[in-house]
């Protein structure tokens, strides 16, 4: 099984609310990542998982918040969102150590804040 | 951060050409990789080449790569339809580092 499942596929949601994403990969992998991606732009790395613990946040707003429940699901938690942040929220893994670095890409989360 | 700088920003072949797609970079790397991804859809892992490898192939996909120049190529041969997407070279720095700089990517489209 080499998929990485993202749920769901479209999010809508007002700037009051409070929603979660949700990433699954049962590749054994111990590295899971979170990406956003604007329109017309390459990813930009928001969030590093390495063995359930938190390694790189990149200066990413407290409005989002990176969970990782157990090797195999990664979550995030969004709150307060501003329409700004209307992207396409991708999750990816990859193994760990070594010069394993190919990332594995969920399909995204489309999300819209309005 | 950026670090990979695709050109062209965009490339428009008819189906059966060959595609080319170069990538520079700035810092020294550990490895170069080339994604693909689909409209509004998730990367694809195409090919890795390592920092001391010069040329690598799979299948219809031949990528090169040049540290003295800081940059690698993508080229598709016999290009098809389905080729049609946003090509992206993301480069690590190796030492444990997890994380991929993507370049700006190009989008090709294949016109049958």
């Known amino acids: 099984d080499t998929e990485v499942t993202q749920t769901p596929k479209h999010l809508v949601m007002g700037m009051t609310n409070k929603k979660s994403l949700k990433c699954e990969q049962h590749?054994?992998?111990?590295?899971m990542y979170w990406y956003k991606q604007k329109a017309k732009k390459p990813p930009e790395l928001m969030f590093v998982?390495?063995?359930?613990?938190?390694?790189i946040n990149e200066s990413v707003p407290s409005r989002f918040s990176p969970e990782c429940p157990n090797s195999s699901l990664l979550n995030l938690h969004l709150h307060a969102l501003q329409p700004e942040d209307s992207a396409l929220y991708l999750c990816?893994?990859?193994?760990?150590?070594?010069?394993?670095?190919?990332?594995?890409f969920g399909p995204g989360t489309r999300l819209t804040v309005t | 951060s950026q670090q990979g700088e695709e050109d062209p920003q965009a490339l428009s072949i008819q189906e059966g050409e060959n595609a080319t797609m170069n990538c520079s970079y700035k810092?020294?790397?550990?490895?170069l990789q080339w994604y693909r991804q689909n409209s509004g859809r998730g990367l694809v892992h195409l090919i890795l080449?390592?920092?001391?490898?010069r040329e690598k192939h799979s299948g219809r996909l031949r990528v090169t790569l040049d540290t003295s120049k800081k940059s690698s190529s993508l080229l598709i041969t016999a290009s098809r339809a389905a080729d049609t997407a946003s090509y992206f070279c993301?480069?690590?720095?190796?030492?444990?580092?997890?994380?991929?700089?993507f370049g700006k990517g190009t989008k090709l489209s294949v016109i049958p």
């Open positions: 990816a893994s990859s193994q760990e150590g070594g010069n394993k670095v190919e990332q594995y």
């Open positions: 590749m054994g992998h111990r590295a």
């Open positions: 998982y390495s063995y359930e613990k938190l390694s």
């Open positions: 810092t020294s790397i550990n490895n």
């Open positions: 080449i390592r920092s001391n490898e």
């Open positions: 993301a480069t690590d720095e190796g030492a444990g580092s997890y994380q991929l700089t």
